[in-house]
């Protein structure tokens, strides 16, 4: 089993830049791939990004794209999502999560989900 903890949300204005990160333990995050989800209020799930295992790649959502940045920390066991250019529309609870399939984007392939960190941009 795998532990996630998220740690880096809060308060910024629009254009400003945040920097979450998410600790993991009983696993080694080089071998699953890691994902980024964000829920606002009366929303779904929706997919961020990932960084696959097999080749290390990383995928963003559109929406995102450009904006944010998915890294990898081996050495501290740690993966991070480099938040800039933040509009209001990014406001929601951020979690990280991991899964052994493929199919990053879907909610359902992922088993272990950190408790998530809330995320306001204000205009």
């Known amino acids: 089993q795998v532990q996630l903890v998220e740690l880096g949300g809060g308060s910024v204005q629009a254009g400003g830049s945040l920097r979450l990160s998410c600790a993991a333990s009983?696993?080694?995050?080089?071998?699953?791939?890691m994902g980024w989800f964000r829920q606002a209020p009366g929303k779904e799930r929706e997919f961020v990004g990932a960084?696959?295992?097999?080749?290390?790649?990383?995928h963003l959502a559109d929406s995102v794209k450009g904006r944010f940045t998915i890294s990898r920390d081996d050495a501290r066991n740690m993966v991070h999502l480099q938040m800039n250019s933040l509009k209001p529309d990014d406001t929601a609870v951020y979690y990280c999560?991991?899964?052994?399939?493929?199919?990053?984007?879907?909610?359902?392939?992922?088993?272990?989900w950190g408790q998530g960190t809330q995320v306001t941009v204000s205009s």
């Open positions: 999560a991991t899964t052994g399939a493929y199919s990053y984007q879907s909610v359902g392939a992922y088993g272990s």
């Open positions: 960084i696959t295992w097999r080749d290390g790649n990383t």
């Open positions: 009983g696993r080694t995050v080089s071998t699953v791939t």
